[in-house]
């Protein structure tokens, strides 16, 4: 399952085929792909078809015409609980040579169900260009003479010296002005990255990475992420239209 690669879950109606189910090694092919490379579908599945949130240990433990079962595990107060759900196929498969398919259709509903952008986490991270270099050494500028040494900009001797200007009491106000407007507005697209990187499953640390670089630089940020989105979307929408062509 490329992008999960395409493909539809079988149309209602459908009637079980009475082949003979595909060999032993077909099935362990599929339940060790499924678990080595789709641990995000697997917890999906479980959250959105069964409402259940594992806490570890999520695996796929069999795949049949009729049904796929998972295990996980719930960790209490009283200790581990090793469960097990099974999740039927509506209609069931002919042969497992359909379980790709069935899955990719399954994981693409319960993604969407569950209000995320993709079924398989956007896992990169572009670091900021040198046209971003102002704009972040602008931010930690103003952050040191705000915070670390503040007299630079309340001496009005230093104000008048420095800045060559007249209208010295006006100084430390534009400049306060201007700085706390600029985080304002980087703690606002710092927020939006945060959400979107959780619709598109970026990892914990790529995450924290985006909304550093988008309280630093800004838009920048913003703009890149924005690029990794539309392609994730073209490949999501591609194997959209792959399955609903299948169908």
Request: net charge neutral; with cysteine; glycine share 4%.
């Amino acid at each position: 399952m490329s992008e999960l690669a395409p493909v539809p879950v079988q149309a209602a109606g459908a009637r079980p085929s009475s082949a003979p189910s595909n060999s032993e090694s077909m099935k362990q092919r599929i339940i060790s792909h499924m678990n080595k490379d789709h641990q995000v579908s697997l917890k999906d599945y479980l959250l959105y078809y069964k409402g259940i949130v594992p806490t570890r240990n999520v695996e796929m433990r069999d795949v049949t015409l009729e049904y796929v079962a998972i295990g996980y595990e719930i960790i209490h107060n009283k200790g581990i609980d090793q469960l097990e759900a099974k999740i039927e196929f509506n209609p069931p498969m002919k042969s497992l040579a359909e379980a790709r398919d069935v899955l990719v259709g399954m994981a693409m509903q319960a993604s969407e169900g569950l209000g995320y952008a993709t079924i398989t986490p956007l896992n990169k991270f572009m670091p900021p260009t040198w046209r971003s270099i102002p704009i972040i050494m602008l931010v930690l500028v103003s952050t040191y003479y705000v915070y670390w040494n503040p007299a630079a900009i309340d001496d009005k001797e230093f104000v008048l010296r420095k800045y060559k200007v007249y209208d010295i009491e006006i100084v430390p106000k534009l400049i306060k002005t201007a700085y706390w407007s600029a985080i304002v507005y980087h703690a606002i697209e710092a927020l939006i990255l945060y959400i979107w990187t959780g619709m598109y499953r970026v990892p914990t640390l790529k995450r924290i990475a985006w909304c550093v670089c988008a309280f630093l630089e800004g838009f920048p940020a913003i703009g890149r992420f924005r690029t990794l989105m539309d392609e994730k979307d073209k490949a999501s929408e591609n194997t959209k239209r792959t399955v609903e062509k299948e169908e």
